[in-house]
Nanobody, 119 residues
Framework: QVQLVESGGGLVQAGGSLRLSCAASGRTFSTYAMGWFRQAPGKEREFVAQINWSGGSTYYEDSVKGRFTISRDNAKNTVYLQMNSLKPEDTAVYYC????????????WGQGTRVTVSS
C-alpha cells in the first residue's frame, strides 16, 4: 500500500503563486509516475501534470503549461507542483496520485488540498 499526503493549498490572489507538496509513504519503491489532478466545483476531475519517477519526463495539461511546474525529490518520495500566475479558474481541490506501472492508470490517491484563487 501507498499513502499520499498533500499540503500547501490555500487562498491566493490572482497572479500569485502556491507550491503544493505530496509526500508518499509505504511501498513507494514501485513508483512509475506521480501526478496532480484537480476538481473544480461542479466539474469532473481533470489531469494537471505528471512526472515519471525514473527519467523525470513531465507532461502538462495545456491550460497550465508555462505556469505550473511539476518536480520530484526521489530521496524524500515527494512530488511538488509549483503554481505561478494563478487564475480564478485554477480554483479547485488538487489531488496527488501515484502510478506503479505504465498504462495502469493511477492506483493511489491523496485526500486533496484546496486551492482558491480570488479575482
Amino acid at each position: 500500500q501507498v499513502q499520499l499526503v498533500e499540503s500547501g493549498g490555500g487562498l491566493v490572489q490572482a497572479g500569485g503563486s502556491l507550491r503544493l507538496s505530496c509526500a508518499a509513504s509505504g511501498r513507494t519503491f514501485s513508483t512509475y509516475a506521480m501526478g496532480w489532478f484537480r476538481q473544480a466545483p461542479g466539474k469532473e476531475r481533470e489531469f494537471v501534470a505528471q512526472i515519471n519517477w525514473s527519467g523525470g519526463s513531465t507532461y502538462y495539461e495545456d491550460s497550465v503549461k508555462g505556469r505550473f511546474t511539476i518536480s520530484r525529490d526521489n530521496a524524500k518520495n515527494t512530488v511538488y507542483l509549483q503554481m505561478n500566475s494563478l487564475k480564478p479558474e485554477d480554483t479547485a481541490v488538487y489531488y496527488c496520485a501515484l502510478s506503479t506501472r505504465a498504462g495502469s492508470g493511477y492506483e493511489y490517491w491523496g485526500q486533496g488540498t484546496r486551492v482558491t484563487v480570488s479575482s
